[in-house]
Nanobody, 125 residues
Framework: VQLVESGGGSVQAGGSLRLSCAAS????????MGWFREVPGKEREWVAV???????GYAESARGRFTISQDNGKNTLYLQMNSLKPEDTATYYC????????????????????WGKGTLVTISS
Protein backbone atom coordinates (compact mmCIF):
# COMPACT_ATOMS: atom_id res chain seq x y z
CA VAL A 1 0.00 0.00 0.00
CA GLN A 2 1.25 3.45 -0.88
CA LEU A 3 -0.18 6.89 -0.23
CA VAL A 4 1.88 9.70 -1.68
CA GLU A 5 0.95 13.29 -0.92
CA SER A 6 1.91 16.27 -3.03
CA GLY A 7 0.98 19.90 -3.44
CA GLY A 8 2.23 21.35 -0.20
CA GLY A 9 4.20 24.56 -0.11
CA SER A 10 4.36 28.08 1.25
CA VAL A 11 1.69 30.67 0.57
CA GLN A 12 0.51 33.87 2.17
CA ALA A 13 -2.59 34.07 4.29
CA GLY A 14 -5.69 34.23 2.15
CA GLY A 15 -4.15 32.11 -0.55
CA SER A 16 -5.01 28.64 -1.79
CA LEU A 17 -3.37 25.27 -2.19
CA ARG A 18 -4.52 21.97 -3.61
CA LEU A 19 -3.15 18.82 -2.07
CA SER A 20 -3.19 15.50 -3.87
CA CYS A 21 -2.75 11.95 -2.63
CA ALA A 22 -1.95 9.19 -5.10
CA ALA A 23 -3.04 5.82 -3.74
CA SER A 24 -1.96 2.36 -4.84
CA UNK A 25 -1.91 -1.19 -3.59
CA UNK A 26 -5.50 -1.47 -2.45
CA UNK A 27 -9.03 -1.26 -3.82
CA UNK A 28 -9.42 2.48 -3.53
CA UNK A 29 -13.16 2.51 -4.22
CA UNK A 30 -13.84 0.51 -1.06
CA UNK A 31 -12.04 2.79 1.35
CA UNK A 32 -12.83 5.76 3.52
CA MET A 33 -10.16 8.37 2.73
CA GLY A 34 -9.12 11.33 4.77
CA TRP A 35 -6.79 14.24 5.35
CA PHE A 36 -5.21 14.86 8.71
CA ARG A 37 -2.69 17.43 9.85
CA GLU A 38 -0.08 17.67 12.54
CA VAL A 39 1.86 20.46 14.16
CA PRO A 40 4.96 19.60 16.22
CA GLY A 41 4.02 19.18 19.83
CA LYS A 42 0.33 18.71 19.11
CA GLU A 43 -1.82 15.70 18.42
CA ARG A 44 -2.56 14.79 14.83
CA GLU A 45 -6.05 16.02 13.98
CA TRP A 46 -8.47 15.14 11.27
CA VAL A 47 -9.31 17.76 8.66
CA ALA A 48 -11.67 16.11 6.20
CA VAL A 49 -12.84 12.66 5.19
CA UNK A 50 -14.74 11.25 2.26
CA UNK A 51 -16.57 7.96 1.95
CA UNK A 52 -16.31 5.63 -0.99
CA UNK A 53 -19.66 7.05 -2.08
CA UNK A 54 -18.32 10.60 -2.12
CA UNK A 55 -19.88 11.91 1.06
CA UNK A 56 -17.54 14.39 2.70
CA GLY A 57 -17.15 15.47 6.29
CA TYR A 58 -15.14 18.35 7.70
CA ALA A 59 -13.64 19.40 10.97
CA GLU A 60 -14.88 22.74 12.21
CA SER A 61 -11.56 24.35 11.35
CA ALA A 62 -11.91 23.32 7.70
CA ARG A 63 -15.62 23.72 7.08
CA GLY A 64 -16.42 26.38 4.51
CA ARG A 65 -12.79 26.78 3.40
CA PHE A 66 -11.60 23.31 2.42
CA THR A 67 -13.11 20.85 -0.03
CA ILE A 68 -12.26 17.16 -0.14
CA SER A 69 -12.78 15.24 -3.36
CA GLN A 70 -11.56 12.14 -5.12
CA ASP A 71 -11.15 10.62 -8.53
CA ASN A 72 -11.81 6.91 -8.22
CA GLY A 73 -10.60 6.32 -11.76
CA LYS A 74 -7.20 7.77 -10.86
CA ASN A 75 -7.13 6.49 -7.27
CA THR A 76 -6.41 10.02 -6.17
CA LEU A 77 -7.64 12.07 -3.24
CA TYR A 78 -7.63 15.86 -3.21
CA LEU A 79 -7.94 18.65 -0.70
CA GLN A 80 -8.65 22.11 -2.04
CA MET A 81 -7.74 24.65 0.62
CA ASN A 82 -8.89 28.25 0.25
CA SER A 83 -8.71 31.30 2.50
CA LEU A 84 -5.70 29.82 4.22
CA LYS A 85 -4.70 31.08 7.64
CA PRO A 86 -1.38 30.92 9.51
CA GLU A 87 -2.97 28.41 11.90
CA ASP A 88 -3.38 26.03 8.95
CA THR A 89 0.40 25.61 8.92
CA ALA A 90 1.08 21.90 9.45
CA THR A 91 2.19 18.71 7.83
CA TYR A 92 -0.81 17.25 6.03
CA TYR A 93 -1.26 13.50 5.83
CA CYS A 94 -3.41 11.37 3.60
CA UNK A 95 -4.95 8.31 5.25
CA UNK A 96 -7.08 5.34 4.27
CA UNK A 97 -9.45 3.09 6.18
CA UNK A 98 -10.76 -0.24 4.87
CA UNK A 99 -14.40 0.70 5.14
CA UNK A 100 -16.76 2.19 2.60
CA UNK A 101 -18.20 4.61 5.17
CA UNK A 102 -16.30 7.03 7.37
CA UNK A 103 -17.23 6.83 11.03
CA UNK A 104 -16.20 9.13 13.83
CA UNK A 105 -14.17 6.38 15.47
CA UNK A 106 -11.86 6.38 12.44
CA UNK A 107 -10.89 10.03 12.90
CA UNK A 108 -7.88 9.42 15.08
CA UNK A 109 -4.24 8.45 14.70
CA UNK A 110 -5.09 4.82 15.44
CA UNK A 111 -8.36 4.76 13.56
CA UNK A 112 -7.02 4.69 10.02
CA UNK A 113 -5.24 1.75 8.42
CA UNK A 114 -2.71 3.40 6.14
CA TRP A 115 -0.87 6.71 6.13
CA GLY A 116 1.20 8.72 3.71
CA LYS A 117 4.43 10.44 4.71
CA GLY A 118 2.94 13.90 4.64
CA THR A 119 3.37 17.18 2.82
CA LEU A 120 4.25 20.43 4.54
CA VAL A 121 1.98 23.45 4.26
CA THR A 122 3.27 26.79 5.53
CA ILE A 123 1.06 29.86 5.66
CA SER A 124 2.66 33.20 6.32
CA SER A 125 0.81 36.22 7.69
Amino acid sequence: VQLVESGGGSVQAGGSLRLSCAASGFTYSRYCMGWFREVPGKEREWVAVISSFGTGGYAESARGRFTISQDNGKNTLYLQMNSLKPEDTATYYCAAKANTYCYTKFLTWGGMDYWGKGTLVTISS
